[in-house]
Structures are given as C-alpha cells and as structure tokens.
C-alpha cells in the first residue's frame, strides 16, 4: 500500500517529458507550447531545488528533437548543462524522442536502433541502471528497447532478471519511459503502452519480485494503475499536455487544441515512510517566472493519504470511473480506437486534501467503478454509498467487501421509516446508517402565479433539524442528513447542528449546498463559493463528530443548478481546492477551532480564526491570470499569526 506507515525516511523527485530545445536553435516543435519548454523546466529545477529531494530521475523525452536531426546534439547539451544545476544525484530513462520510437507498425518517428543507442549513451550515459538509497533499489530501464529484438534488449533483460533478483529482500521502485499499460494489462498494442508480449513478461517480474511502484511518462497525462501488488503511475509532462487526450474532459481544450492546459503540467514528489509511499503532484502552472518558485514548492504540506485528520466530503456527481474509446486520428493511434480512463479524479482529491467521497449505489454494482473505490479505499479514501431503496442483496454484499473503506450508508426515503429501521436493524445493522428525507414534491407552488421551479431534494431543512433539541433524548440506530441551503450561513448551521447532535444522540451529515435555489441562476461570485467551501473545510475540523461535505467536487456547468466545485471541467483545481488543503495543513493540530469573521474584497479573502491558545488570519489574494475562467492563478495564500 503507498499509505503512509512509519516515520518518513526521504522523498525523490520525478520529472517527465521536459522536451528541451537548443539553447540557441529556438523551437524545434511545430507547437508555440514547446518554444517555452526550456524556460519552464529552468523553474522545475528551481522548485526541486528548493525542495532539497535525495535525488532526481527523469522518465524520459528529455529533449524535444529525435537522435537523427542536427538539433539533437545542441538540445542534449542545453540538456546537460541544466541537470547540471541540481543539486542532488539525476538519473534518466531513456524516451523515444530522446532514443527512437519503439517498434510499431505505422511509427509517426524513426524507431529505436543500435545507432541511436550509441547517439544516446555519448550524450546521457547508460541506457539502463540501477542504484541504492536508504537500503532500498532503484532500477531504471530503456523500456523504447522493449519488443524492438535489438542485441541490448536480450542484454537489458538479462540485468534486470538480476538485479531483481539479487535485491529481492529490498524494496524496490522501476522508472520507464513507457508505462505498461494505461487502463487494462492486456490491452491492445498502441503508442503508449509497452507491446503486450514483452509488457506481460514485465509484469511478471514486477509481480514476482515485488516491485512496490513503476513510475513512467511519454503520456503527458495522469494514470493510475495496480498491478499484483505494483502501483502504477503515468506521469503528466513538466511541458506540455497532450492534446489527444483533451477527449478525456466534455469542455472545449484550453489553448492549442489542449496542448497548454497550464493545470497539468508539473512534476512529481515521491514520498517514501518506513512502509509505503506518497506520491505527490506538484503543479507549476507552465510558470517560467522566478517569483513563482517559492509557491510552487509551498504545494507540499500534509497529504490527506499520509494522515487521518478529518476533511470535508465531496459529491462525485459527474460519471468518474468511465472508460473512454479515443477517435482514431493522426498521428498518434492512426490506426487504433485506443482505451482510455480519465484518472484525474484520484489526482485531484490529494490535491484538495480531500478524503471522503459520496457515490450511488450503482456505481458500486458497476464493476469498474466498484475496483476504482477499492483501489481508492486502499489510498486513504472513504466512501458514502446513497440509495432510493433498500439495498439489494448484491449491494449489500458489494457494501460488505467496501466495509473497511465506508464511512457511510445514505438511504433516501419517504418519511415512512419502517422499512429503513429493518433493513438497518439486520443486513445493515454493523454498518453507520443516515437517513435523508425526500422532500415533499410541490412544496414550492404556492398557487399564486409565480413561476414554477421543478425540484428533488433530500434531507433534513435546518431549520427542521433544529427542532429535534427541543424532542426528549433518543438513542436513533442511524444518523440524519441535513441540508444547508445556498442562502444560509456554514459554520455557525454546522455549529448549531453539532450541538443538536450532541443533545439528540444522533448523528448527523452536515450537506452544504454549492447551489442556488434556483435551477436556473449560477452563482454570480464565485468568491461566494470559495467562501462556503473554506467554512466547510473549517467546520469539518472544528466539528470532527460530524460529517461534513459539499455537494459537488467538479464544476455543474450545464443542465440545471450551475455552480462551481472544487475542480473545474478540466479537472484542473480552483482556488477552493487549494484553500481546502491549506486549511487542513495549518488547523488539522489545533483543537477548539472557531471561525470569527470573513472578509471579502475585490481581490482578496480574509479569514480570522480563533483556537485554543491562538489565533490566525488566512488572506487569501485572487489575483488572475489570462485563464481567469478555467482557474485563479498560483494565488498567494498567507496565515498570519495575531
């Protein structure tokens, strides 16, 4: 498991697909995205730097121009001298750009040849090797001779049979170019993943030996994959996105068709305890300004899969487990419907700091998304499965394999609990049961006229809720849901609620609406929403015998009650997000916590908090960037101690 267990020992660096140009020759790439590739990897180093990791490695597509073009070598030299300014050990696995494509029928680029091999080894060393640290074995591999039938694949294979072997009692990490596969290990042949006869033997090792992680690139995107016991990731480019799989997300792709999707580029951070490992996305937003590295690397806090504080919850309303079949195009895949999973979502709840998450129960009878919330139960996450009925004897025996990852049965019903109280009271009985009333249809249509608004809804009105304190004492077998509407404050409803809660003996879901009661309004600032999450991000805290969420994760921007989240259509995070994980890095150790006032202006939010023997004030500058409508820039987030 990569959950944290133990002591942290160290942490390493990971950068992927830098595609560096020439230091003289300018852009090599027919894409004005790559002309800022030297200067946006001049801040990768600056930011890992200032990180101090033990070492770094580099999966590969160092350079932009392949070995055979007269820009190859003056990019390898620019190459050179930049890794040079790290200021701890740097390792690489080779990328086709950086050695030649591996051997595929309909190849966009010259394959891998034993030329290219030489081109590579004068210009960055061994094409394969293998290191120590902390008592643990490091294996770097040059996956592009994978398949090709070369002399040094016979030999590559054969060293790391070996080094497997003689280090089988280690715990041990592998770096490849190629990831091995991007959503299932016996997918068909394509240009991202290994070819299956040589991935499969792969695997193999890499089951046999025990390999605890695989970290690849060459994709530009996030995957996240386990295979046995191996957990893999793809890497986005510290670069550039790669415009094909702009498929993955249903809004139009941020600029050149996608390539500059400033949210996804950035490096990794891997951090490695006593059992497990973290691993840590840190955005760069494409940044080639100085000022920015000091915030770039101010990313790293606590990471909710390394700790058990509690968080805020969040809705997955949008479909997050779906596999997506990519058009067919030129000139990756001419040739082939590739099968893609958009992964972002797990990214984007450690980027948050977010840990819990509520579903439907038929995301939990779906095959695929029922292994995505165990392989997410396994990161750390929790799980709230909501039903309209009782649960199926199916449900019921998916809920029990998902019991060491749930936090909480929802079942949303009439006001006619008989059936609930039941089922709650046999199958459900080892299990935290939440009852959330439908409310009533037509509540609204008050016969005079006024247009009418078609709603459902569950859940307790607060103002209901509050009622049950003056009610004698209960002992309920399940908890209630309860809904703050867009119009009512956060944390003084969350506060009231803990205290009925307290009074009643029943526990309680604090649910904080994101949207207007109006199905046709959106939000006019989105600073109100930012406002409401960071209350509820408060609360959760403050209130840890409650449960709190907000009603959804990712951006509503169609259909009916628009509103923002905490990530947008992108899947890149808004200034929410990082304010959400903010919160919890520097109140997560504090008890007694208590909001005291918010201020707002036109370019900045302030919190005033209070805590047994302190008090803070959080500000946070909304200062925007040109792409002020997909997400708040790098913004400065300052506590101050008063």
């Known amino acids: 498991m990569p959950t944290k267990k133990g002591k942290k020992l160290f942490e390493f660096a990971i950068i992927a697909d830098s595609h560096l140009n020439p230091a003289e020759g300018g852009n090599t790439s027919p894409w004005q995205t790559n002309h800022l590739a030297n200067q946006r990897n001049e801040i990768v180093l600056r930011a890992i730097n200032r990180l101090r990791p033990s070492f770094t490695v580099h999966v590969g597509d160092v350079v932009h121009p392949l070995p055979y073009t007269k820009d190859f070598v003056p990019a390898a030299h620019f190459a050179s001298q930049l890794y040079q300014q790290l200021g701890s050990?740097?390792?690489?696995?080779?990328?086709n750009h950086d050695i030649g494509d591996k051997c595929l029928a309909g190849n966009p680029a010259a394959t891998i040849t034993t030329e290219s091999c030489a081109i590579y080894e004068e210009h960055f060393g061994k094409q394969w090797t293998s290191f120590e640290h902390e008592g643990?074995?490091?294996?770097?591999?040059?996956?592009?001779?994978?398949?090709?039938?070369?002399?040094?694949?016979?030999?590559?294979?054969?060293?790391?049979?070996?080094?497997?072997?003689?280090?089988?009692?280690?715990?041990?990490?592998?770096?490849?170019?190629?990831?091995?596969?991007?959503?299932?290990?016996?997918?068909?042949?394509?240009?991202?993943?290994?070819?299956?006869?040589?991935?499969?033997?792969?695997?193999?090792?890499?089951?046999?030996?025990?390999?605890?992680?695989?970290?690849?690139?060459?994709?530009?995107?996030?995957?996240?994959?386990?295979?046995?016991?191996?957990?893999?990731?793809?890497?986005?480019?510290?670069?550039?996105?790669?415009?094909?799989?702009?498929e993955l997300f249903r809004v139009n792709p941020a600029e050149e068709l996608g390539r500059n999707d400033l949210g996804k580029l950035g490096f990794f951070l891997v951090e490695v305890f006593e059992q497990g490992h973290v691993a840590r996305f840190v955005r760069t937003y494409g940044s080639t300004a100085d000022d920015d590295v000091e915030v770039i690397a101010a990313q790293i806090g606590a990471d909710v899969r390394s700790s058990q504080h509690e968080t805020i919850g969040v809705d997955f309303s949008h479909e997050w487990a779906n596999v997506t079949r990519l058009p067919y195009n030129p000139p990756l895949d001419t040739f082939?419907?590739?099968?893609?999973?958009?992964?972002?979502?797990?990214?984007?709840?450690?980027?948050?700091?977010?840990?819990?998450?509520?579903?439907?129960?038929?995301?939990?009878?779906?095959?695929?998304?029922?292994?995505?919330?165990?392989?997410?139960?396994?990161?750390?996450?929790?799980?709230?499965?909501?039903?309209?009925?009782?649960?199926?004897?199916?449900?019921?025996?998916?809920?029990?394999?998902?019991?060491?990852?749930?936090?909480?049965?929802?079942?949303?019903?009439?006001?006619?609990?008989?059936?609930?109280?039941?089922?709650?009271?046999?199958?459900?009985?080892?299990?935290p049961v939440f009852y959330s009333p439908i409310q009533a249809a037509g509540a609204q249509d008050k016969g005079d006229g006024a247009p009418y608004d078609h709603q459902m809804a569950s859940g307790l009105t607060l103002n209901n809720y509050l009622q049950l304190n003056e009610q004698p004492r209960v002992a309920a077998t399940f908890g209630l849901v309860v809904n703050i509407a867009r119009e009512e404050p956060v944390f003084a409803s969350i506060a009231k609620i803990a205290q009925t809660s307290a009074q009643t003996a029943i526990p309680a879901i604090a649910h904080v609406k994101l949207a207007p009661s109006q199905s046709f309004k959106f939000p006019k600032s989105d600073k109100s929403t930012m406002t409401r999450v960071a209350e509820?991000?408060?609360?959760?805290?403050?209130?840890?015998?409650?449960?709190?969420?907000?009603?959804?994760?990712?951006?509503?921007?169609?259909?009916?009650?628009?509103?923002?989240?905490?990530?947008?259509?992108?899947?890149?995070?808004?200034?929410?997000?990082?304010?959400?994980?903010?919160?919890?890095?520097?109140?997560?150790?504090?008890?007694?916590?208590?909001?005291?006032?918010?201020?707002?202006?036109?370019?900045?939010?302030?919190?005033?908090?209070?805590?047994?023997?302190?008090?803070?004030?959080?500000?946070?500058?909304?200062e925007e960037d040109r792409q002020a409508e997909v997400y708040t820039k790098l913004s400065v987030l300052e506590w101050e101690d008063i």
């Open 89 to 95: 050990p740097f390792y690489i696995a080779p990328g």
């Open 136 to 246: 643990m074995c490091f294996i770097v591999i040059n996956a592009c001779l994978l398949g090709s039938g070369l002399a040094d694949e016979k030999a590559q294979w054969a060293w790391l049979e070996q080094v497997l072997s003689k280090n089988q009692e280690r715990r041990k990490f592998l770096f490849s170019h190629y990831p091995p596969f991007i959503t299932e290990p016996r997918e068909d042949n394509h240009y991202d993943n290994i070819d299956r006869e040589p991935r499969l033997r792969l695997l193999e090792l890499l089951a046999k030996f025990e390999v605890e992680a695989l970290f690849a690139g060459h994709v530009h995107t996030f995957f996240l994959n386990r295979y046995e016991n191996t957990w893999m990731y793809a890497l986005p480019s510290s670069t550039n996105f790669r415009q094909d799989y702009s």
């Open 336 to 431: 082939v419907r590739k099968t893609v999973r958009n992964d972002y979502w797990a990214l984007n709840l450690w980027d948050a700091g977010v840990r819990n998450i509520r579903v439907p129960v038929a995301d939990i009878l779906d095959g695929p998304a029922f292994e995505r919330l165990k392989l997410l139960g396994e990161l750390g996450h929790k799980i709230t499965v909501f039903t309209v009925q009782n649960l199926s004897a199916q449900a019921v025996q998916a809920v029990q394999e998902l019991k060491p990852y749930l936090h909480a049965i929802e079942i949303i019903c009439t006001q006619n609990v008989a059936e609930l109280l039941q089922q709650t009271e046999t199958s459900l009985a080892e299990f």
């Open 536 to 622: 509820a991000a408060i609360a959760a805290l403050a209130y840890p015998e409650l449960t709190v969420r907000v009603d959804t994760f990712m951006d509503i921007d169609r259909g009916y009650f628009p509103r923002h989240g905490l990530v947008d259509r992108r899947h890149n995070p808004r200034a929410a997000a990082r304010l959400v994980r903010e919160i919890t890095d520097q109140l997560s150790s504090k008890s007694a916590i208590y909001l005291q006032q918010i201020h707002e202006t036109d370019q900045e939010l302030i919190f005033t908090l209070s805590w047994e023997g302190g008090k803070s004030r959080c500000r946070l500058s909304l």
